[in-house]
């Protein structure tokens, strides 16, 4: 794993909103007494939200403050787990899948689509609309190739449909998540083979 640091450039503080706030207390308050830093991936993935999309330094040091934590121990959590960004993101920040079933079935057509759409990996477009980095397998092989925009999965991608949906994201216009190629989930690509019909 590649060493990841904090940005440079750092607001200067960082709190919770108020119902931010309550909603981190009612997450820590589920741990046992001592065992409060248990609540710590949570707490830090609703920071990265408030932050709009990374974890900022200053809401490293918050989060370990209300666990009562070490903050060396709370960035060595925040620099371990890729899916906090350590930098700023864009509107709609692209994780595309690099791993060998994403690569086997056109991962390096839709990274050049990235590329051309966005720049290169691990920078956000000019507009602040849209950034992107190259991850480890996100869990969805069986609809390889495919990216994690935000929150949602893209699934058995082309090049041309992640182009479309890139523009389509940036237009406000809707796109369709999951599988681009009409199969239902992780059904098989060539339709159903077995279980099609009823038998007495």
């Given amino acids: 794993m590649s060493v990841r640091r904090p940005a440079e450039t750092q607001p200067e503080s960082f709190a919770f909103t108020p119902e931010n706030r309550a909603w981190a207390e009612r997450i820590i308050a589920k741990y046992p007494p001592g065992r409060q830093a248990s609540a710590i991936i949570s707490l830090f993935w609703r920071a990265q939200e408030q932050a709009g999309g990374w974890l900022p330094l200053p ?12 903050k060396i121990r709370a960035l060595e959590v925040a620099t371990f787990y890729s899916m906090f960004n350590l930098e700023p993101v864009g509107r709609f920040h692209v994780q595309l899948c690099g791993t060998t079933p994403c690569w086997l079935r056109g991962a390096d057509e839709l990274k050049k689509v990235c590329a051309e759409k966005i720049g290169p990996k691990g920078t956000t477009r000019a507009d602040g609309k849209l950034s992107w980095i190259e991850v480890e397998c996100l869990g969805a092989c069986c609809n390889a ?32 998540v999951g599988p681009q190629s009409g199969r239902v989930t992780s059904e098989p690509a060539g339709g159903l083979t077995s279980l099609t019909s009823i038998e007495g």
């Fill in 59 to 70: 809401a490293i040091e918050h989060v370990a403050e209300m666990l009562g934590m070490a």
């Fill in 145 to 176: 190739p495919m990216v994690q925009i935000n929150d949602d999965y893209y699934e058995d991608l082309t090049a041309e449909t992640l182009a479309r949906i890139l523009d389509d994201l940036v237009a406000g216009r809707p796109v369709k």
